[in-house]
């Protein structure tokens, strides 16, 4: 399968523990996204890279968030110190760079939940 | 904070009937796009129109943009079970990269 891939699909987690997931976005893809996304709710910007910088952060980032992408392949979130209100879906995408933004593939998402 | 809002927020079908979701949103945009997401699953990718484009179609969907309005409609023609889901627009404003969604329409097929 050469989709976006998640991992893990499913965390729980005590409330000021750290928490990393992980994405894996479609080989050819050089800009990589990640969103969180609460019930009820559409997708919520968090952060973009292209290749292995990072390109912009939204506010929704706090400073316990942290996201990477080493060698510009897979990346991945980190939240230290987790609160309940960080319990949500976190979605990571990948893309073509292009000069306008192009379709967006999304991986499965990861569900937190912080108890 | 979401770009725009989806109407209606739910919408409940019998199949075989065509099911119509309407989307706005408030800044200019180079493109829109539109998603499915199953329950507790994540997006797929539906159809992306261009801000200058009018209509589009794919398959037995059917997208409208019309960038005066700044609103886009996306219409399932001949509705089935499997459309069961929620969607989601997405616009991405001039100069930018990131997706900013609406809080998606969920739709209900009834057999």
């Known amino acids: 399968d050469t989709g976006v891939s998640q991992d893990p699909r499913h965390k729980i987690t005590k409330r000021g523990q750290n928490v990393t997931f992980r994405c894996d976005p479609i080989?050819?893809?050089?800009?990589l996204y990640w969103y969180r996304q609460t019930l009820g709710q559409g997708p919520e910007f968090l952060t973009y890279?292209?290749?292995?910088?990072?390109?912009?952060k939204s506010r929704l980032l706090s400073d316990r968030f942290s996201a990477e992408r080493p060698k510009g392949s897979f990346s991945t979130l980190e939240i230290q110190r987790t609160e309940q209100g960080d319990s949500a879906m976190y979605l990571c995408?990948?893309?073509?760079?292009?000069?306008?933004?192009?379709?967006?593939?999304f991986g499965p998402g990861t569900r937190l939940t912080v108890t | 904070s979401q770009q725009g809002e989806e109407d209606p927020q739910a919408l409940s079908i019998q199949e075989g009937e065509n099911a119509t979701m309407n989307c706005s949103y408030k800044?200019?945009?180079?493109?829109l796009q539109w998603y499915r997401q199953n329950s507790g699953r994540g997006l797929v990718h539906l159809i992306l129109?261009?801000?200058?484009?009018r209509e589009k179609h794919s398959g037995r969907l059917r997208v409208t943009l019309d960038t005066s309005k700044k609103s886009s409609s996306l219409l399932i023609t001949a509705s089935r079970a499997a459309d069961t889901a929620s969607y989601f627009c997405?616009?991405?404003?001039?100069?930018?990269?990131?997706?900013?969604f609406g809080q998606g329409t969920r739709l209900t097929i009834n057999p």
């Open positions: 995408a990948s893309s073509r760079a292009s000069g306008s933004s192009s379709e967006q593939y």
């Open positions: 080989s050819e893809h050089n800009r």
């Open positions: 890279f292209q290749n292995e910088a990072q390109l912009e």
């Open positions: 800044t200019s945009i180079n493109n």
């Open positions: 129109i261009r801000s200058n484009e």
């Open positions: 997405a616009t991405d404003a001039s100069g930018a990269q990131k997706l900013v």
